[in-house]
Every structure is written in C-alpha cells, then in structure tokens.
Nanobody, 125 residues
C-alpha cells in the first residue's frame, strides 16, 4: 500500500507563505488522484486542492488564487504552495491519495483511502 509523509508545516504571520510537501512511497495504479485536505478544530474536513496523475487540478473556493497544488511524478512528491495565508487557514493539513476519478478528482475526503500523518499549519494575525 502507498505510504504518504508530509512535511513543511509551521507557524507564519497573516499574509505569509508556506510550502507543504508529501512524499509517496509508490503508487499502486498508474492513474490516481491526490489531494491536500485540512481539518481545523471543530470543523469538518475540507479538500482544499486536488490533482490527478495528468496534472489536472482543482481548488476549493476558500483557497482559489492563493494556493497552488503541483505533482512531481518522477519524485513521487506532491506539493502545496500556500501564499497570502490567513488565520482561517490554520489547520492540520493532510496529504491523501485515492483512485482516479473522471472528470475531476473528488472533493469528498471520504473517497481518499490513503492518508499521511498530517502537518500543522498555524497562521497568526
């Protein structure tokens, strides 16, 4: 089974930037979806960005224009560049992987069957 390991979380000021990384041990299938899913205290999980093996990506409205997801298939590494961070972005960010969906990777976190351990992102005002 694929194993995922995130890194890059931390604490920043309002308006700052962070880059998250997620290394996958391998992919069982040649076609797959991956995503960054966050969970803040007392809130439901939110898929903020997803990408498939072809590079097609999608974003939640809450991060569109500020976050960028990218995939280095050769390095089996998923990235999330987060700019213009806000206090409401504070959450644990998880890297997740699942089977390929057409036409877009799902925003429903329950459809991802492999998860990393998560990395904390804290944005202070």
């Amino acid at each position: 089974q694929v194993q995922l390991k995130e890194s890059g979380g931390g604490s920043v000021q309002d308006g700052g930037s962070l880059r998250l990384s997620c290394v996958a041990s391998r992919h069982t299938y040649s076609h797959y979806c991956m995503g960054w899913i966050r969970q803040a205290p007392g809130k439901e999980r939110e898929a903020v960005a997803t990408i498939d093996n072809t590079g097609d990506s999608s974003y939640s409205d809450s991060v569109k224009g500020r976050f960028t997801i990218s995939l280095d298939k050769f390095a089996n590494t998923l990235y999330l560049q987060m700019n213009s961070l806000r206090p409401e972005d504070t959450a644990i960010y998880y890297c997740a992987a699942g089977r390929y969906w057409w036409p877009d990777c799902p925003s429903d976190s329950a459809l991802y069957n492999t998860w990393g351990q998560g990395t904390q992102v804290t944005v202070s005002s």
